[in-house]
Protein backbone atom coordinates (compact mmCIF):
# COMPACT_ATOMS: atom_id res chain seq x y z
CA UNK A 1 0.00 0.00 0.00
CA UNK A 2 1.37 3.34 -1.12
CA UNK A 3 1.47 6.03 1.65
CA UNK A 4 -1.11 8.99 0.82
CA UNK A 5 0.67 11.37 2.57
CA UNK A 6 3.89 10.65 0.77
CA UNK A 7 2.27 11.03 -2.39
CA UNK A 8 0.92 14.07 -1.52
CA UNK A 9 4.55 15.86 -0.55
CA UNK A 10 5.58 14.44 -4.07
CA UNK A 11 3.01 17.54 -5.90
CA UNK A 12 3.69 20.96 -5.81
CA UNK A 13 1.21 23.06 -4.13
CA UNK A 14 1.00 25.54 -6.78
CA UNK A 15 2.08 26.04 -10.44
CA UNK A 16 2.36 29.22 -12.48
CA UNK A 17 0.87 29.83 -15.44
CA UNK A 18 2.37 32.55 -17.77
CA UNK A 19 -0.21 35.65 -18.76
CA UNK A 20 1.38 37.01 -22.02
CA UNK A 21 3.06 40.25 -21.12
CA UNK A 22 1.51 40.38 -17.57
CA UNK A 23 3.56 38.04 -15.06
CA UNK A 24 2.53 34.91 -13.74
CA UNK A 25 -0.71 33.91 -11.71
CA UNK A 26 -0.32 30.75 -9.02
CA UNK A 27 -2.89 28.14 -9.20
CA UNK A 28 -3.70 25.45 -6.59
CA UNK A 29 -2.85 22.00 -7.79
CA UNK A 30 -5.48 20.70 -4.78
CA UNK A 31 -8.34 20.67 -7.28
CA UNK A 32 -9.55 17.80 -9.84
CA UNK A 33 -8.44 18.94 -13.29
CA UNK A 34 -10.96 17.16 -15.06
CA UNK A 35 -13.93 18.17 -17.13
CA UNK A 36 -17.57 18.95 -15.69
CA UNK A 37 -15.58 18.76 -12.21
CA UNK A 38 -15.28 21.77 -9.81
CA UNK A 39 -13.76 20.10 -7.11
CA UNK A 40 -11.11 22.58 -5.26
CA UNK A 41 -11.81 20.32 -1.62
CA UNK A 42 -7.94 18.63 -1.08
CA UNK A 43 -9.97 16.30 1.52
CA UNK A 44 -12.31 15.17 -1.76
CA UNK A 45 -8.69 14.14 -3.16
CA UNK A 46 -6.79 10.77 -2.99
CA UNK A 47 -3.34 9.94 -4.96
CA UNK A 48 -2.92 6.57 -4.73
CA UNK A 49 -0.29 5.99 -7.31
CA UNK A 50 3.17 7.19 -8.22
CA UNK A 51 5.39 6.16 -11.46
CA UNK A 52 8.91 7.77 -12.04
CA UNK A 53 11.32 7.33 -14.67
CA UNK A 54 14.35 9.03 -15.95
CA UNK A 55 15.25 10.21 -19.65
CA UNK A 56 18.31 11.82 -21.00
CA UNK A 57 17.09 15.53 -20.11
CA UNK A 58 14.45 15.32 -18.55
CA UNK A 59 12.56 13.47 -15.09
CA UNK A 60 9.33 12.57 -15.22
CA UNK A 61 6.56 11.66 -11.95
CA UNK A 62 3.42 10.58 -12.52
CA UNK A 63 0.69 10.72 -9.71
CA UNK A 64 -1.97 9.13 -9.91
CA UNK A 65 -5.17 10.83 -8.40
CA UNK A 66 -9.22 9.83 -7.34
CA UNK A 67 -11.41 12.37 -7.42
CA UNK A 68 -14.26 11.68 -4.87
CA UNK A 69 -16.91 13.91 -6.61
CA UNK A 70 -16.71 12.80 -9.63
CA UNK A 71 -15.31 9.25 -8.74
CA UNK A 72 -12.61 9.75 -11.96
CA UNK A 73 -9.11 9.69 -11.81
CA UNK A 74 -6.63 11.92 -12.93
CA UNK A 75 -3.06 11.97 -13.79
CA UNK A 76 -0.63 15.33 -13.02
CA UNK A 77 2.62 14.93 -15.04
CA UNK A 78 5.31 17.32 -13.92
CA UNK A 79 7.92 17.29 -15.85
CA UNK A 80 11.73 18.58 -14.78
CA UNK A 81 13.30 19.30 -17.80
CA UNK A 82 17.23 19.45 -16.73
CA UNK A 83 20.09 21.51 -17.93
CA UNK A 84 17.69 24.10 -19.08
CA UNK A 85 20.09 27.66 -18.80
CA UNK A 86 23.73 27.38 -18.06
CA UNK A 87 25.61 30.85 -16.23
CA UNK A 88 28.30 32.04 -18.95
CA UNK A 89 29.70 33.29 -15.98
CA UNK A 90 30.60 30.92 -13.56
CA UNK A 91 31.37 27.92 -15.20
CA UNK A 92 31.35 25.77 -11.89
CA UNK A 93 27.35 26.71 -11.19
CA UNK A 94 24.88 23.68 -12.03
CA UNK A 95 22.64 24.23 -15.00
CA UNK A 96 19.03 25.66 -14.17
CA UNK A 97 15.99 23.34 -14.35
CA UNK A 98 12.60 24.03 -14.98
CA UNK A 99 9.46 22.00 -14.15
CA UNK A 100 6.03 21.58 -16.12
CA UNK A 101 2.84 20.57 -14.73
CA UNK A 102 0.74 18.56 -17.19
CA UNK A 103 -2.83 16.55 -16.46
CA UNK A 104 -3.70 13.79 -18.06
CA UNK A 105 -7.23 11.25 -18.41
CA UNK A 106 -6.98 7.79 -16.50
CA UNK A 107 -5.96 6.76 -20.19
CA UNK A 108 -3.07 9.09 -20.82
CA UNK A 109 -4.46 11.24 -23.21
CA UNK A 110 -3.29 15.07 -22.19
CA UNK A 111 -5.74 17.40 -21.18
CA UNK A 112 -3.44 20.34 -21.19
CA UNK A 113 -0.47 22.27 -19.63
CA UNK A 114 -1.29 23.68 -16.38
CA UNK A 115 1.42 25.54 -15.91
CA UNK A 116 5.61 25.80 -14.28
CA UNK A 117 6.75 24.75 -10.87
Known amino acids: MVDEEDLRDSIPSYAFIALARRGMEKISLDQCFL???DNQDPKLLQPFKKEEYEEELKSIKKIHIKCKKCNRIFILKLETLKYVAKS???KNEEALSMGLVHALDENGKNL????YF
Do not use: R
Open 35 to 37: KDC
Open 88 to 90: TKD
Open 112 to 115: GHIG
